[in-house]
């Protein structure tokens, strides 16, 4: 789909950016209960949710926690969804999510994968092309460092090298002119971190010094896309999320490791237990995700009312403009936030009725985009 909002995940394998994706759909729907819309999923986006979501059942009910019950993603997956009001399949705001497997983030390692590397320029596109870069961030890697080696491993375990370099191109692409007045946020959201907060079940007393940690290691990161964005503004959003909600970090565990180039180091294992039996899968903060997303919508459809009342007042030069700009974000917003495509249904079936019942479709739509976007954060969720 070439008319969608786009968001894109960049973090190494295991971090959990599939796991997290289930729990964003998840609390999105309980976001949007009651209010007569729903999200919408093409065919192979639902079949991939309905497989994760069974996968992470399978999982919780097995009431031992097993690190390797998801197996990884094996190939490039976009999750395309829309905000969609009940009996109308024509219009609704359309997201498309990017996941692919963490390991063709390095790229010694896609060198290595024919699948990898000819899906690539498309996840490279796609992620150039996103409103939202979202950077999932394993909390107790950094968290559970401790010696000398161990918070030397850290860097490498977090993907930094990579996710920095990902970063700077999608910042990068924030300044062409096509992108540059669309809005952008940064997302860095640290995920198994259930252990370190008593706000969800838990007892954690750690969420300052986490925050604390992201902050400090993540400096250079942000730095980049600042500097890579000094024209423009980006949202900077820094989100705790569970994704499981009902495990705890009972141990961390250093294995001695070899990186690509023969060189000693360590890898990080979790050992998780759920807290309670039978678990209950309790997803906290995920929601932020798609209040960020409907927040950059209900913003560029500001602009977009703002600029056509403009080129209103014949002001030809503009209406030209606005014509060139119908691609990307302006067009998805032009096209399905503004009514276009219903306006030009209408007046080909030209019914009153028809108008003014789509017109009730499209007000409810816009006044629950405007309600996720309104919602006050989660109590972890900062701007930064
Ligand atoms: N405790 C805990 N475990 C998590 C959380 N999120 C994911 N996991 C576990 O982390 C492992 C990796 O999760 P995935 O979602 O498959 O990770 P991924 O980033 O998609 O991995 P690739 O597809 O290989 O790139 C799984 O065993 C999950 O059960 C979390 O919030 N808390
Ligand atoms: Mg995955």
Same mark, same amino acid.
């Given at each position: 789909?070439?008319?969608?909002?786009?968001?894109?995940?960049?973090?190494?394998?295991?971090?959990?950016?599939?796991?997290?994706?289930?729990?964003?759909?998840?609390?999105?729907?309980?976001?949007?209960?009651?209010?007569?819309?729903?999200?919408?999923?093409?065919?192979?986006?639902?079949?991939?949710?309905?497989?994760?979501?069974?996968?992470?059942?399978?999982?919780?009910?097995?009431?031992?926690?097993?690190?390797?019950?998801?197996?990884?993603?094996?190939?490039?997956?976009?999750?395309?969804?829309?905000?969609?009001?009940?009996?109308?399949?024509?219009?609704?705001?359309?997201?498309?999510?990017?996941?692919?497997?963490?390991?063709?983030?390095?790229?010694?390692?896609?060198?290595?994968?024919?699948?990898?590397?000819?899906?690539?320029?498309?996840?490279?596109?796609?992620?150039?092309?996103?409103?939202?870069?979202?950077?999932?961030?394993?909390?107790?890697?950094?968290?559970?460092?401790?010696?000398?080696?161990?918070?030397?491993?850290?860097?490498?375990?977090?993907?930094?090298?990579?996710?920095?370099?990902?970063?700077?191109?999608?910042?990068?692409?924030?300044?062409?002119?096509?992108?540059?007045?669309?809005?952008?946020?940064?997302?860095?959201?640290?995920?198994?971190?259930?252990?370190?907060?008593?706000?969800?079940?838990?007892?954690? +007393?750690?969420?300052? %010094?986490? !925050?604390?940690?992201?902050? #400090?290691?993540?400096?250079?990161?942000? =730095?980049? *896309?600042?500097? /890579?964005?000094?024209?423009?503004?980006?949202?900077?959003?820094?989100?705790?999320?569970?994704?499981?909600?009902?495990?705890?970090?009972?141990?961390?565990?250093?294995?001695?490791?070899?990186?690509?180039?023969?060189?000693?180091?360590?890898?990080? +294992?979790?050992?998780? %237990?759920? !807290?309670?039996?039978?678990? #209950?899968?309790?997803?906290?903060?995920? =929601?932020? *995700?798609?209040? /960020?997303?409907?927040?950059?919508?209900?913003?560029?459809?500001?602009?977009?009312?703002?600029?056509?009342?403009?080129?209103?007042?014949?002001?030809?030069?503009?209406?030209?403009?606005?014509?060139?700009?119908?691609?990307?974000?302006?067009?998805?917003?032009?096209?399905?936030?503004?009514?276009?495509?219903?306006?030009?249904?209408?007046?080909?079936?030209?019914?009153?009725?028809?108008?003014?019942?789509?017109?009730?479709?499209?007000?409810?739509?816009?006044?629950?985009?405007?309600?996720?976007?309104?919602?006050?954060?989660?109590?972890?969720?900062?701007?930064?």
């Amino acid at each position: 789909m070439t008319l969608s909002f786009k968001a894109s995940m960049v973090g190494p394998s295991r971090v959990g950016k599939t796991t997290l994706l289930t729990a964003i759909l998840t609390e999105t729907e309980s976001m949007l209960a009651g209010s007569g819309i729903s999200l919408a999923m093409d065919e192979t986006t639902e079949r991939r949710v309905s497989k994760n979501r069974k996968d992470l059942r399978r999982a919780v009910e097995a009431r031992e926690f097993d690190a390797a019950s998801l197996g990884g993603s094996q190939s490039m997956a976009l999750y395309d969804l829309t905000l969609q009001a009940a009996g109308d399949s024509t219009t609704g705001i359309p997201f498309s999510i990017l996941d692919y497997p963490g390991r063709w983030l390095d790229p010694v390692r896609r060198a290595e994968a024919h699948e990898a590397r000819k899906n690539w320029p498309a996840c490279e596109a796609h992620i150039t092309e996103s409103l939202m870069l979202l950077v999932p961030v394993e909390a107790a890697v950094l968290m559970e460092a401790v010696t000398p080696a161990q918070r030397g491993a850290v860097a490498d375990l977090l993907g930094f090298e990579d996710v920095q370099a990902m970063a700077r191109k999608w910042a990068r692409a924030r300044n062409l002119p096509e992108h540059r007045d669309e809005p952008a946020v940064l997302v860095l959201a640290p995920l198994k971190c259930e252990k370190y907060f008593d706000d969800n079940g838990g007892k954690g +007393r750690d969420s300052a %010094r986490l !925050r604390q940690l992201v902050r #400090e290691k993540y400096r250079t990161i942000v =730095g980049v *896309v600042q500097e /890579e964005t000094k024209d423009r503004s980006v949202r900077v959003i820094y989100a705790p999320i569970d994704t499981y909600g009902c495990v705890d970090l009972m141990e961390g565990e250093w294995i001695d490791a070899h990186d690509a180039d023969g060189d000693a180091t360590l890898d990080f +294992r979790g050992h998780y %237990r759920f !807290r309670e039996i039978p678990p #209950e899968v309790r997803p906290k903060a995920a =929601g932020t *995700v798609m209040r /960020e997303l409907c927040r950059c919508v209900v913003s560029g459809q500001e602009t977009a009312e703002q600029r056509r009342s403009e080129a209103a007042r014949a002001d030809h030069e503009a209406a030209l403009e606005r014509r060139s700009e119908r691609k990307g974000f302006w067009g998805a917003v032009e096209y399905y936030v503004s009514g276009e495509a219903l306006e030009n249904r209408n007046t080909r079936r030209g019914s009153l009725q028809v108008m003014t019942e789509s017109q009730r479709r499209r007000q409810q739509l816009r006044t629950v985009l405007e309600r996720i976007a309104g919602q006050s954060a989660d109590e972890r969720v900062e701007e930064w």
